[in-house]
T-cell receptor
Framework: DTGVSQDPRHKITKRGQNVTFRCDPI?????LYWYRQTLGQGPEFLTY????????KSRLLSDRFSAERPKGSFSTLEIQRTEQGDSAMYLC????????????????FGPGTRLTVL | DAKTTQPPSMDCAEGRAANLPCNHS???????VYWYRQIHSQGPQYIIH???NNETNEMASLIITEDRKSSTLILPHATLRDTAVYYC???????????????FGTGTLLAVQP
């Protein structure tokens, strides 16, 4: 399978613990996105990388959250001092840049990591 | 904020065509219409997108009205596995390869009935 992969698929942790999620994008996709989805809502954007550069961060990404993409391939999302409100599905997506001129990129999503904070 | 309006839920009989509407009355000339779906507990799956013309692929057809203020996603022969939340998203195009995030609403829950 050459799609976006995420690890782990499920994580249960206690409040106050740190957690780290990993995303492996589709090979050769240089753009990588993180989203968060709570129950009954659509996904919400967290942050975006182009290669190793983090180019955009949402206000949802508090200072307890940090994302990296050190070599422009896989990415990690770390949450420090987890809170019960962090319980959600964390989704990763990747894309290729669009062609020249006015255009858009099509993002392909992984299966997500479901975080439960007790 | 999402720029689209979708019904919260719809039913469709298995084997029949499912027609999912989306209203995007404030769409501007350089904005694309994208459709994704999300089967329970899975990541969103890209279906199709279009700018002005109708589009078709192996999964679905996208019909965009001439004034571009609304569109319809058509699943020609719905199966039980098509039961999912379907999201209609309007995205501006960007020049020179810049990107932009997807802004999801709450979508339409399509229930395909046997």
């Amino acid at each position: 399978d050459t799609g976006v992969s995420q690890d782990p698929r499920h994580k249960i942790t206690k409040r106050g613990q740190n957690v780290t999620f990993r995303c492996d994008p589709i090979s050769e996709h240089n753009r990588l996105y993180w989203y968060r989805q709570t129950l009954g809502q659509g996904p919400e954007f967290l942050t975006y990388f182009q290669n190793e550069a983090q180019l955009e961060k949402s206000r949802l990404l508090s200072d307890r959250f940090s994302a990296e993409r050190p070599k422009g391939s896989f990415s990690t999302l770390e949450i420090q001092r987890t809170e019960q409100g962090d319980s959600a599905m964390y989704l990763c997506a990747s894309s290729l840049p669009p062609g020249g001129g006015w255009n858009t990129d099509t993002q392909y999503f992984g299966p997500g990591t479901r975080l439960t904070v007790l | 904020d999402a720029k689209t309006t979708q019904p919260p839920s719809m039913d469709c009989a298995e084997g029949r065509a499912a027609n999912l509407p989306c209203n995007h009355s404030t769409i501007s000339g350089n904005e694309y219409v994208y459709w994704y779906r999300q089967i329970h507990s899975q990541g969103p799956q890209y279906i199709i997108h279009g700018l002005k013309n109708n589009e078709t692929n192996e999964m679905a057809s996208l019909i965009i009205t001439e004034d571009r203020k609304s569109s319809t996603l058509i699943l020609p022969h719905a199966t039980l596995r098509d039961t999912a939340v379907y999201y209609c998203i309007v995205r501006p195009s960007t020049y020179g390869g810049a990107t932009n995030k997807l802004i999801f609403g709450t979508g339409t829950l399509l229930a395909v009935q046997p």
